[in-house]
């Protein structure tokens, strides 16, 4: 009698805890997904303002004619660099984590990647407009230089705004997580 008691009650404590330790194992991965997306995020929103900052320095430098077109060749390097080897790498692994993400972080990776793509396409055009041979117009003189530079700052902007809010709102769910509030990922 005694066994079986000891046996019921051993079944129960075990069906009570299953459940839990398999939600447990559940909530691991997509919770270090979605820990690493956080992180990335914001990556994105620290290159983006260093990219801002230097699209800031180039419309400064557009607006006298002292300084050489090389000054704005090697500022626009510079932004070239940020977006191939920072922005580019954190997308392409969000994209890996993309399907363990709910739905509001995959939209959010989908409109930071679609600035980050405008931003690159104006710093392409950008650095076509400061041709090799020097025979275009002088920064100062040029609307369209002046044009792909707005951009550049606009686009990395936005993308930094939206890496802000994307991570501080993961982040926030990651906490509550943590501290064991039922928080729901809007799907």
């Avoid at 956080?38 to 430098?61: G, N, P």
């Avoid at 090389?70 to 993309?98: C, W």
Wanted: aromatic residues 4%; neutral net charge; proline residues 4%.
């Amino acid at each position: 009698m005694r066994t079986l008691k000891q046996s019921t009650i051993l079944a129960l404590g075990l069906a009570l805890l299953l459940p839990g330790a398999l939600s447990a194992t559940e909530l691991t991965k997509p919770s270090k997904a979605r820990k690493e997306a956080v992180k990335l995020t914001q990556h994105i929103e620290r290159t983006s303002l260093a990219i801002q900052k230097e699209a800031d320095r180039l419309h400064s430098m557009s607006r006298t004619g002292h300084i050489s077109n090389a000054t704005h060749k090697y500022g626009l390097m510079h932004i070239k660099n940020h977006v191939n080897e920072s922005l580019q790498p954190a997308f392409d692994r969000l994209a890996e984590l993309k399907p363990e993400l709910p739905d509001w972080h995959q939209t959010a990776i989908d409109h930071m990647k679609t600035s980050a793509s405008n931003l690159a396409l104006n710093t392409t055009a950008a650095i076509e407009n400061r041709n090799p041979d020097g025979s275009g117009l002088v920064p100062v003189a040029d609307q369209d230089y002046k044009q792909y530079v707005a951009n550049i700052h606009e686009r990395a902007t936005v993308l930094a705004q939206v890496a802000d809010a994307t991570a501080d709102y993961g982040s926030a769910q990651l906490k509550g997580h943590q501290a064991g509030l039922a928080i729901t990922s809007h799907d």
